[in-house]
């Protein structure tokens, strides 16, 4: 095999895995989603590792 064929077949899979993706989901509602950059804006963050309190690890 060369590598076209092989780059073709990963790049069909790719797209295949995000239109699979976007079909599947529901769209992002801008009003209730979280920020995606909150600086400075006084939320704290959550849902991270890097979130969590240093004493419960």
Known sequence: MTRLPVALA??????????????????????????AIALGSGQAAS???CAAPAGAR
């Open 47 to 49: 849902g991270a590792h």
């Open 10 to 35: 990963v790049f069909a899979a790719i797209g295949i895995t995000i239109a699979l993706d976007v079909v599947g989901s529901e769209r992002l509602n801008p009003f209730i989603a979280p920020p």
